[in-house]
């Protein structure tokens, strides 16, 4: 069975920084794309980031770029989201999704970030 | 970018009815080489996380239900629900994976009348 499991979320404070964590199962971790997308609070979708199989070609939202970086660790099945810079509208809950090629398949539960002072 | 357009932002239809949501993209996702459409649909149940539904804009999942279908070709895009059922009460999201940024439609809310 295909498992997400994200881990870091919390509270921090407008300006401050948080690492994401998400560590994968039930299939070849290193085989895939991986996705981070979020969800503010009664909002829709929005996608994040993205890292290929090998960590070689990374993307970003606009919104996110020089603030965000997606890393990954295949012998640990981990994907990582470090996050500097937050501002208020980042709070959401940040689901950690696996990629066929960039189709979305699957996805994890989700962490709560929330930036408030 | 490529904008995602749904309609309508909600729905509410009566139990065996169908219901019907579109998805419009800024830009074509019919990709040349090899005449696919980059265009999927996630159903995302009340606090759940999504789940895919249909890939390549009509391929099902494995294990989703044949009530789910999906349609159009290129910016015009269709997910229909031929006979609504109590569990199908989620809000639906189509997305383009085509290019990146990978991006979203605004969901729509399906109810029950």
């Known amino acids: 069975e295909v498992q997400l499991v994200e881990s870091g979320g919390g509270l921090v404070q407008p300006g401050g920084s948080l690492r994401l964590s998400c560590v994968a199962s039930?299939?070849?971790?290193?085989?895939?794309?991986m996705n981070w997308v979020r969800q503010a609070p009664g909002k829709g979708l929005e996608w994040v980031a993205n890292?290929?199989?090998?960590?070689?070609?990374?993307h970003y939202v606009d919104s996110v770029k020089g603030r965000f970086t997606i890393s990954r660790d295949n012998a640990e099945n981990s994907l990582y989201l470090q996050m500097s810079s937050l501002r208020a509208e980042d709070t959401a809950v940040y689901f950690c999704?696996?990629?066929?090629?960039?189709?979305?398949?699957?996805w994890g539960q989700g962490t709560l970030v929330t930036v408030s002072s | 970018d490529i904008v995602m357009t749904q309609s309508p932002d909600s729905l509410a239809v009566s139990l065996g009815e169908r219901a019907t949501i579109n998805c419009k993209s800024s830009?074509?996702?019919?990709?040349?080489?090899?005449?696919?459409?980059?265009l999927a649909w996630s159903q995302q149940r009340p606090g759940q996380p999504p789940k895919l539904l249909i890939y390549?804009?009509?391929t099902r999942e494995s294990g989703v239900p044949d009530r789910f279908s999906g349609s159009g070709s290129a910016t015009d895009f269709t997910l229909t629900i031929s006979s609504l059922q109590a569990e199908d009460v989620a809000i639906y999201y189509c997305?383009?994976?085509?290019?990146?940024?990978?991006?979203f439609g605004g969901g729509t809310k399906v109810q029950i009348k």
């Open positions: 999704a696996r990629g066929l090629g960039y189709l979305i398949d699957c």
């Open positions: 890292i290929k199989q090998d960590g070689s070609e990374k």
């Open positions: 830009q074509s996702v019919l990709s040349r080489s090899d005449n696919k459409n980059y």
């Open positions: 997305h383009q994976y085509h290019s990146a940024p990978l991006t």
């Open positions: 039930g299939f070849t971790f290193g085989s895939h794309w």
């Open positions: 390549w804009a009509s």
